[in-house]
Structure formats: C-alpha cells, structure tokens
C-alpha cells in the first residue's frame, strides 16, 4: 500500500473540485483528489450565467489556466471545443400554465442575458464538461483517483483517507481537505457539522432526466397562434421555465438535439417518490401544452432512468474551518430556479483558492469570512426563490417577484468586474436585504386578499418603486411588457 502525503487533499471531482485541483495544483502545492465514482458521469447543473462566464474567465487569467477561457463563451467554446458538447443559452424565458386550460399567451416573460449568439452563455453537458475538468486538474499536475471507496478521519498533523481503488489500496495524508462532495458532505458528516437546513423556506423536490425528441417552445406557440416576433431572441436557447399551479419545469436545450429537463413540485419531506414515471407523466398530462410538447419524446438520459429526489434544501452551519473547507454545492443548495448553481461554486472555488494561496496568517481569517458569506448567501438564495413559489398560481406574481432575483444580478453584471465583488449576488447589500424583507410581507398581503388584476398591478407598482436603487436595466417597465430585451451587460 502506498502512503503518501500532499497539501491539499480535495473530495469529490465535479467540475468545482477538479477546478480548484487544478488550480492549486498549478500555483505548486501537492494536491490529491479522490471521487467515489468516475468520469464520464450524468450531472445536472447545467445552465451558466454571465455571473459564471465572468468568474471563470477571472481564474483562467488570474491562475494561468488559458484552457478555460474557451468555456466562457458560447462562440469561443464551439470553434475550440466542438467535441465538448454545451448549448446556447442568451437569457431566461418563462410560461404561464394552468392545470387543464389552454395556453394563455399573456403569460410569458423573457429576459435577455446576453447581446448576441458568439458571446452568449452556455448549458454545460456536464458528463463533457466536468470530465474535460478532470483531466486539466491531472495535467497540470494534480494526483487524481476515481473509482475510490473510501474512509475519512481526522488526525493530529490533519487527515487521512484510506480507500481501495480499481488495482490497489489507497492511503493519502493531507494538511488540508476540501469537500466538494455536494450533498454527500463527507468532510461536513465527519466532523459531525450541525445541519440548519429548518432556517430555510423553500420546500421543493425534482424529477428529471435528459430526452431526445422535445418539440420546441417557439414551434408550439407559432403553432398555437401565438406571435414569437417580441421576443427579444429565440425563446428556446436560454433557461426554458414552464411555471405550472404548484412548481416549475426546466428544459436546457443541447446542441446534440437533447433537452435536460425536470419538474420541480412542493417536497413531500426527507423520502423520494415512489415512482417517478408515474409523477412524470401525470405532471405533462395535467397541462395541454406540456402534453403536446412531449408527445415524441425519450428518455435518453442517464441510463438508469428518471432521477428524482426528496426534499432537495440543505443547509450547514459552517462552511471552513482551521483545515477544512467546503464548496458552496456542498454547503447547501436551494432549488435549480434562477440558475446560481455554477456561478456560486465558481465564486467559491475562487475564494478558497485565494484563502489557501495568501499569506498563512490570514488563512484562518479568510476561511471564517468564507465560511459566513457562503451561509449568508445561501439563506438569500432561499429568499429570492422561495417568493416565487408563494406567488403560485399566479403568473404574474411569480414574474414580479423574479424582477428582484434580476435586481440583483444585474446590478452585479453591470459593476466593471462583476468576479471581483465581495459577495455573491450582493447578499450584504443591507438596504436591499431590508426591501427583500418588506417585499414578501407585501407579497404576503398581496396573496391574503386573494388577489385580482388590480391587486397584482398594486404589487408591481409598489415593487417597482422598492427596486430603484437597483433597477439598472428597465426592470417592471410597463412598456417592456415582460420582453426585455436590453437587460445584458455591455461588452
């Protein structure tokens, strides 16, 4: 049995651990990373934002890794990556439905992220992505296993993990580890890290998979009658959201003719269903649309089936510690509504590379900051998605309430080097956390007085004025009518 002893030792090799490998890997500490399972893997997690694209762009130059700047662009990515499959992504679009009813066409928002199709975002195929990531990690000079079952434990001079990988046994010593096991929490359930998912609000669980054969929105609406020349670009590349009675469904569509697609529904506690075909199917049949949509479709994949899970919040109490830190996916995670998933971890990959390669007497205070700052942005996650949900049924409520997840994008996009600030999404902005605050107890109201036209239109008007301070971009403008087509960045 080999023994060997490293710096770093990072747990789990998604497309978060194996980034932050490669980076450290590369500014010269010893690092090993170990995975339980291997590459090629089916992952969700798909969609990037320009939050995503403008911190990944920041470790490529700033880490000396120029073999991610092809992924922070649509265009670039084709012409340098055509193997590495992805899909075009310039914006958010959303749908209105109602169980059993007809299409309604006033139903409907869009929301540009970015100018044009070469400079746009992306969906990452995640089995391509995070196993291109893998494999930098190893080539600039990170140890990496998979295929490891593996233990655990602490010990004076810092951790050890011994395991048995596919030829032989496996035995590293590191001074630091990194968790970037997402809900797996090795590193968090070995030093027994109190959980504080109840804090959290939102309530939602999901099944999903990968199908072939999904008729395009745009191919729906042209068909119902439905006039598609407003939206400011085709409303199919970009983070699709069905918006039914009680939850949502995604649809990112792949260059390969797939579509990664799943219903979010209220969590039915810590169990999963019982039977996901069955939730599937009865979810399409409820909406003629949907119905219609999936009419040719199949699942292709992962190859075992339909994914689904329980309640899909967590939430730890500590993100770092003396030596030990998690990624945010591992720290928690709220719901895949407003895409934040690969641009948090991105912002963490970074702050934890920056905490293990500055000066050793501020690491400790830098973990700490981390630590609360993930926490902190986690629990307003949970705020900009969990208003949302309480607007259902009402598509307009819904839409309002996400003016102020784009409030707080944009007003992050716009600043001259988005990847630089000082928190995610600007959660220790402490006037905009106070209007959050006010926001819902008047959304709250809003939903007490069972409300009409004129109610929600009182909402988008007080919203509106609330949102100011932020509003860079047109946001709840009576003559954008839900299309907005000027809300991206300038290049």
Not at 311 to 317: A, E, H, V
Request: charged share 20%; net charge negative.
């Amino acid at each position: 049995m080999a023994s060997n002893s490293y710096d770093v030792l990072v747990l789990g090799s998604g497309f978060g651990g194996s980034l932050l490998s490669a980076i450290l890997a590369k500014s010269g500490m010893s690092v090993a990373m170990v995975d339980r399972a291997r590459h090629p893997r089916f992952a969700i997690g798909e969609s990037s934002t320009p939050l995503a694209d403008s911190a990944l762009a920041r470790i490529a130059k700033d880490c000396d890794l120029p073999e991610l700047m092809p992924l922070t662009k649509y265009g670039f990515w084709k012409r340098s990556h055509p193997e590495l499959t992805c899909g075009l992504k310039r914006g958010f679009s959303y749908f209105g439905h109602r169980h059993g009813q007809p299409f309604d066409a006033s139903d409907q928002l869009v929301v540009a992220a970015s100018a044009s199709d070469d400079v746009s975002d992306t969906q990452w195929l995640r089995s391509d992505v995070d196993q291109f990531l893998f494999q930098l990690a190893n080539q600039v000079g990170a140890l990496c296993y998979e295929g490891v079952d593996y233990h655990l434990e602490t010990e004076q001079a810092g951790w050890r993990l011994t395991g048995v990988g596919e030829t032989s046994p496996l035995s590293l010593r590191a001074e630091f580890v990194v968790d970037a096991t997402g809900p797996a929490g090795v590193v968090l359930e070995t030093l027994g890290i109190a959980d504080q998912t109840h804090e959290l609000k939102t309530r939602s669980q999901a099944v999903f998979g990968h199908f072939a054969g999904v008729r395009t929105v745009a191919d729906m609406l042209v068909e119902q009658g439905v006039d598609c020349d407003r939206h400011p670009f085709s409303c199919d590349a970009a983070a699709v959201h069905h918006v039914l009675d009680d939850g949502w469904m995604w649809q990112l569509r792949f260059d390969d003719g797939t579509v990664s697609c799943g219903h979010m529904l209220p969590a039915l506690g810590a169990r999963e269903m019982l039977n996901p075909r069955q939730v599937w199917d009865e979810r399409l049949s409820a909406y003629p649309f949907l119905s219609q949509q999936f009419s040719g479709a199949t699942l292709v994949r992962p190859s075992g089936g339909l994914q689904a899970t329980g309640r899909l919040q967590r939430l730890t109490s500590v993100a770092a510690g003396k030596n030990w830190a998690a990624l945010p996916s591992t720290a928690g995670f709220i719901d895949p509504l407003h895409s934040t998933g690969i641009a948090h971890t991105l912002f963490g990959v970074r702050r934890i590379a920056a905490a293990m390669l500055g000066e050793n007497r501020l690491r400790q205070q830098r973990l700490q900051v981390y630590s609360q700052a993930v926490i902190d942005e986690l629990k307003f996650i949970d705020q900009l998605v969990e208003g949302c949900y309480a607007g259902l049924p009402h598509f307009r409520l819904w839409s309002a309430w996400c003016m102020l997840y784009f409030a707080a994008v944009t007003s992050q996009e716009h600043t001259s080097d988005p990847a630089e600030v000082s928190s995610f999404l600007g959660a220790d902005d402490v006037e905009f956390g106070r209007m959050l605050i006010m926001a819902r107890q008047k959304l709250q109201a809003t939903l007490d007085g069972d409300p009409g036209p004129e109610e929600m239109a009182s909402f988008e008007s007080w919203l509106r004025d609330a949102l100011q301070p932020w509003n860079r971009v047109g946001l709840l403008s009576p003559e954008a009518a839900g299309m907005y087509a000027s809300t991206a960045a300038p290049m």
